[in-house]
């Protein structure tokens, strides 16, 4: 068995024709960056995720970096994140000058502390970025009340949770702005970099438009800086033909999931917790905890099955953050999940036969080491 975290090559037959289609009718149309097939994209995304507008960007820094930019948070500015994350997540805030406070997780589901982050915040926390992290999202009202009470923004990292709603609203419509990633491996991927930040603020919209743009108002006309970061029609058209299988895709990573959660029982083998309800976990990645992870990791490659490590090194580790602030109490939770945690594959292509031999391996692995 070869069984690896994400196998573009087995996708549908369909699915590669389709792709072929739109990138020769891009490559015919003789238009190339923000254009039709950009607007047809963003009109379809800011409907899946409800919302009123979806701005295609380069990727999902440049998504973080405008959504903070535009929502008004400056240099100096405090900016509460989690540990556990994709470094972009932190570059964002950095790239504006504004300075990352970083708080502790819930070690049952890896996603910020709430009352971690009520001991971060301070006289210039301006918002919080909430990484809805491996593809959930998780008491929405809790942050909504928490942000409203101590008039802070709300921001979210939605790189890992494509269509995952809570009581039927969905990641990125629940603060002043969503930042999608796109990258390839993500839930909805391009064939390359691409972003998108969501929305329902009109105003919010239209200078998103402008500072990915230079910010351009039109054509040659600066009323203030910007950036480069537009979306182009190829990866616009590609990920036109993706979304449409999104929802089938999600059904089955969550299909996946629902067999780990039933089947693993391996006594060396802790889950987090499963989600509030089906639709808030859209299984971007799905990680398990094991105290002798090396050992656990050498074992997994041995049997075949891929795996990788969602997060081996937290922020506060790495050289550029090594002065930022953190909960005063410490990053408890944090230490220890990135010790612990591994992702094993949960991807759509994966046969029943495959998500049994994953089961079937970890749940055997306490008899195989002891043999
Ligand atoms: C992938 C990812 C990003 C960055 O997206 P890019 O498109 O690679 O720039 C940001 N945050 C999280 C949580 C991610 O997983």
């Not at 919010?204 to 910007?226: C, D, L, T």
């Not at 449409?244 to 059904?251: A, D, R, Y």
């Not at 990788?308 to 944090?334: E, F, W």
Request: charged share 25%; aromatic share 8%; glycine share 6%.
């Amino acid at each position: 068995m070869n069984i690896l975290m994400n196998d573009f090559r087995k996708e549908p037959k369909e699915l590669k024709r389709d792709i072929q289609q739109a990138i020769t009718r891009v490559l015919e149309s003789g238009w190339y960056v923000l254009g039709p097939e950009v607007e047809k994209f963003e009109a379809d995304w800011a409907i899946d995720c409800g919302v009123s507008h979806a701005i295609g960007v380069g990727n999902g820094l440049d998504a973080l970096e405008i959504s903070l930019r535009v929502s008004g948070v400056i240099a100096g500015d405090e900016v509460i994140t989690t540990s556990m994350t994709a470094f972009a997540t932190i570059l964002a805030i950095m790239r504006i000058g504004a300075v990352p406070v970083l708080a502790d997780i819930d070690p049952a589901t890896g996603l910020l502390s709430l009352d971690s982050v009520r001991r971060c915040i301070g006289k210039k926390t301006k918002a919080i970025i909430l990484v809805h992290l491996y593809g959930q999202i998780r008491q929405m009202r809790g942050w909504q009340s928490l942000a409203e009470e101590q008039g802070i923004l709300l921001i979210e990292d939605c790189a890992q949770s494509h269509l995952a709603s809570l009581n039927g609203e969905k990641a990125g419509s629940f603060g002043m702005a969503g930042a999608y990633s796109f990258y390839p491996t993500k839930n909805l991927g391009a064939m390359g970099d691409a972003g998108a930040v969501v929305t329902n603020s009109k105003s919010f919209a239209m200078e998103a438009k402008q500072f990915r743009n230079y910010g351009q108002s039109v054509r040659y006309e600066h009323p203030k800086i910007g950036i480069n970061s537009r979306l182009d029609e190829m990866q616009a058209a590609i990920l036109s033909v993706r979304r449409k299988w999104l929802v089938e895709f999600t059904e089955r990573r969550r299909q996946i999931a629902r067999y780990y959660f039933d089947k693993i029982n391996s006594s060396k083998i802790q889950l987090l917790a499963p989600p509030e309800q089906a639709e808030a976990h859209v299984y971007h990645l799905f990680v398990i905890l094991c105290k002798e992870r090396d050992k656990f990791l050498a074992y997994l490659a041995h049997k075949g099955i891929q795996s990788l490590i969602h997060y081996p090194i937290p922020v506060h580790h790495q050289i550029p953050c090594s002065a930022l602030k953190y909960d005063p109490r410490g990053m408890v939770q944090t230490e220890r999940h990135a010790r612990e945690c591994l992702s094993i594959p949960c991807h759509p292509q994966m046969s029943d036969l495959e998500v049994e031999y994953v089961i079937d391996s970890i749940n055997s692995y306490d008899a195989e080491i002891s043999k």
